[in-house]
């Protein structure tokens, strides 16, 4: 903890674990992914965050069966305090307010301008509580040509090039199954907020700092974008399952008996190794293969040849093989079989908690820190915290917080 | 700068702009994507990053032409120090040493059990330099069951639940065109690095941090996932367009004149707007229709609706009928369109530089910070500033570094 920022409220009075951010306090104002997935990255790294919602509570709460918090919602909102606080009511952004004066960061993902129409936008957090750091998601960011332009996970997908380069050439565009996206945002949006933290050590200063969803996918392109312009703009939107910028062979999904798996040689003694297993040492010995834009050239016969070996095996076997020759490969997995793989549940990433009602998988953290642990912790119901918090945070007194539950602001 | 660390290289010597990183040094030992996607993210936050390459360059340096270093290197490499370095020579690796002495942080994504062989494992680097960070990224992280597992993008997206969830249900899988995967581990490899350098603010001490590749693209299927879960297992691998947990309706790519358009209704207020605009108010008065549960049952009619009245509108139109409306859309663009967006342009997320043989285009950082700017700056080429880094960084004499060019050993 750092006593220089006076006010900050200690780790200890809010229970939450030791860590590489223990005794820092955020504020979450995020919204179905981007935002809490930055604040689940913090949690886990020890910050105590707040999560402030609604009286409804925030979208992705109810999604599923309207009785109980779904499971998307409990999976990333693990281990946070909730609060339940309207901050259209003028005594809802003074408490606000109250709450930014004794914390060190404000996590938000609102449409463009929602912030200022609050009446909590930068300059006024920053006069608050000038070692503040604000950290806004948003979907194309602060441009004038994106004015008022919001947009969620398929939006920013179809805006950004991922459909177009998703799928296969002669078949329509499709998306990326999973929100790509939004957690794109939301992992960068956690450096961001990590970068303003070290530099306020050095400056004591906090800042505004922002990430736009689109910024934050658009270097997932750049082997699509690289093939684009080395090749002078004349270059083919989709690859199907080759590499995005056609520059590696073999890479392909290739069909086994049971299913499918994939293939790539990144290295030369991949692609010879591959031959061996193959039984084809002529193609080894070929040197117009001999390299990756040789091999490039001749793909369609390359991958005829795989396949027509792949073909032969199932899944295990092939994996078995390819494995074993130190040929990078892995098999296609159901997701069934993904959330009950034992290394993701030893490591952490996907933990049944709870019981009764209660019981939910929680996810983990990706951040693995060898002086942080981060324990799984379950999501908190609607508000379950606001008086804990009024309390600990702000020593308000029970008179006073019966009065706002009263006149509906918590 | 942090002038308890001593032996840290000061920031004016290696010239790095000034930022929220400013006199951090990083070693990049990263290949291909995961690991220089990081060190990209810490170079555009102020942080002087040294990239060691083996005599040949590292594995992507060359993909292209094999003349010049190729444009996938030159957007995730601008702005490093160059440095050619033969880590399995004993002098190289003792010359590895003693940069380490004067570092912060050493990020690497080699296969697993690669740097114990080099002799530079966690324990060695540890004892020689007790503040430093070491950042690594693994494909499934290190544990019994994945051990010798190597991993890129491809075969982590079979592995981890991305192409299964990915493509129509009544076709083959396909993988996400970017590779999402290396990207999602760089970019959370780095909230690793930060969280390590703001806990050794208060701890004095270094830490090894760790990120699988698997770990960190998993929190993307939290849609998928949740779907599953509260289906009791029974749910569809894969949902074309529509949403990964089916959970939102509407939420499609649908077709219009020239092209395709993604539309989605998160909110009451978007759907009810949108049939406005269809001029289907029996839509928006369907008792059964007024919510996101109701429509998914109907999810078909309900594609059929909004495809019919797409159809008829070209993509400029739809797109601002939609965004008056202030309802959730976007054209799916080209990719030669993203790459000449001038929103992302504006931003710095691709930026020209360089004239003749050098002229490229780099790639920006998605993390905009107030006060840490980020400018464009060019890729090195192999070894290009190995002198300078050892002559100012080491204190080493010509004749020194004269005599480990002879040896081949930089």
Same mark, same amino acid.
């Given at each position: 903890?750092?006593?220089?920022?006076?006010?900050?409220?200690?780790?200890?009075?809010?229970?939450?674990?030791?860590?590489?951010?223990?005794?820092?306090?955020?504020?979450?104002?995020?919204?179905?992914?981007?935002?809490?997935?930055?604040?689940?990255?913090?949690?886990?790294?020890?910050?105590?965050?707040?999560?402030?919602?609604?009286?409804?509570?925030?979208?992705?709460?109810?999604?599923?069966?309207?009785?109980?918090?779904?499971?998307?919602?409990?999976?990333?909102?693990?281990?946070?305090?909730?609060?339940?606080?309207?901050?259209?009511?003028?005594?809802?952004?003074?408490?606000?307010?109250?709450?930014?004066?004794?914390?060190?960061?404000?996590?938000?993902?609102?449409?463009?301008?929602?912030?200022?129409?609050?009446?909590?936008?930068?300059?006024?957090?920053?006069?608050?509580?000038?070692?503040?750091?604000?950290?806004?998601?948003? +979907?194309? %960011? $602060?441009? /004038?040509?994106?004015? =008022?332009? #919001?947009?969620?996970?398929?939006? *920013?997908?179809?805006?950004?090039?991922?459909?177009?380069?998703?799928?296969?050439?002669?078949?329509?565009?499709?998306?990326?199954?999973?929100?790509?996206?939004?957690?794109?945002?939301?992992?960068?949006?956690?450096?961001?907020?990590?970068?303003?933290?070290?530099?306020?050590?050095?400056?004591?200063?906090?800042?505004?700092?922002?990430?736009?969803?689109?910024?934050?996918?658009?270097?997932?392109?750049?082997?699509?974008?690289?093939?684009?312009?080395? +090749?002078? %703009? $004349?270059? /083919?939107?989709?690859? =199907?399952? #080759?590499?995005?910028?056609?520059? *590696?062979?073999?890479?392909?999904?290739?069909?086994?008996?049971?299913?499918?798996?994939?293939?790539?040689?990144?290295?030369?003694?991949?692609?010879?190794?591959?031959?061996?297993?193959?039984?084809?040492?002529?193609?080894?010995?070929?040197?117009?293969?001999?390299?990756?834009?040789?091999?490039?050239?001749?793909?369609?016969?390359?991958?005829?040849?795989?396949?027509?070996?792949?073909?032969?095996?199932?899944?295990?076997?092939?994996?078995?093989?390819?494995?074993?020759? $130190?040929? /990078?490969?892995?098999?296609?997995?159901?997701?069934?079989?993904?959330?009950?793989?034992?290394?993701?549940?030893?490591?952490?990433?996907?933990?049944?908690?709870?019981?009764?009602?209660?019981?939910?998988?929680?996810?983990?953290?990706?951040?693995?820190?060898?002086?942080?642990?981060?324990?799984?912790?379950?999501?908190?119901?609607?508000?379950?915290?606001?008086?804990?918090?009024?309390?600990?945070?702000?020593?308000?007194?029970?008179?006073?917080?019966?009065?706002?539950?009263?006149?509906?602001?918590?």
């Amino acid at each position: 903890m750092n006593d220089s920022h006076a006010g900050t409220i200690r780790e200890q009075d809010l229970g939450s674990p030791r860590g590489a951010l223990a005794g820092i306090v955020v504020l979450d104002l995020g919204q179905v992914y981007a935002g809490p997935y930055c604040t689940h990255l913090l949690r886990s790294l020890g910050a105590t965050v707040i999560k402030i919602e609604p009286f409804g509570g925030e979208p992705i709460r109810w999604r599923s069966s309207g009785a109980t918090s779904g499971q998307a919602f409990l999976m990333l909102n693990a281990g946070k305090k909730g609060v339940r606080l309207d901050l259209k009511k003028p005594q809802g952004r003074d408490l606000f307010l109250e709450l930014v004066r004794r914390a060190d960061v404000v996590v938000e993902n609102f449409a463009p301008g929602v912030m200022d129409r609050l009446g909590i936008g930068w300059d006024v957090l920053h006069a608050v509580r000038p070692t503040l750091v604000l950290a806004s998601g948003r +979907a194309y %960011g $602060d441009h /004038p040509a994106a004015e =008022g332009m #919001r947009g969620m996970d398929v939006t *920013v997908q179809a805006m950004s090039g991922v459909v177009t380069t998703t799928g296969f050439a002669d078949q329509a565009p499709v998306k990326a199954g999973p929100a790509v996206v939004d957690f794109a945002a939301g992992s960068h949006l956690t450096s961001a907020v990590l970068a303003a933290l070290f530099q306020r050590e050095r400056t004591g200063e906090g800042q505004h700092v922002e990430v736009a969803m689109q910024d934050a996918i658009v270097p997932t392109l750049t082997s699509n974008i690289a093939g684009l312009l080395e +090749a002078g %703009g $004349d270059f /083919p939107e989709r690859t =199907g399952n #080759r590499h995005g910028g056609l520059a *590696v062979c073999p890479y392909n999904i290739y069909p086994v008996i049971d299913g499918w798996l994939a293939i790539l040689c990144l290295r030369p003694k991949h692609w010879t190794d591959l031959c061996g297993l193959m039984g084809r040492d002529d193609l080894a010995d070929d040197p117009a293969l001999a390299t990756p834009a040789g091999r490039v050239l001749k793909m369609d016969d390359i991958d005829d040849a795989v396949s027509a070996w792949t073909r032969g095996l199932d899944k295990a076997e092939a994996f078995r093989l390819l494995q074993a020759a $130190d040929v /990078p490969a892995a098999p296609v997995r159901s997701l069934n079989e993904v959330i009950h793989d034992p290394v993701l549940r030893d490591r952490g990433m996907l933990t049944e908690i709870g019981e009764g009602e209660r019981a939910c998988t929680v996810l983990g953290s990706p951040l693995q820190m060898g002086d942080s642990p981060a324990p799984a912790a379950p999501a908190p119901l609607l508000g379950e915290d606001t008086e804990e918090v009024l309390r600990t945070f702000l020593e308000m007194s029970p008179e006073d917080i019966g009065r706002l539950r009263e006149e509906s602001v918590i």
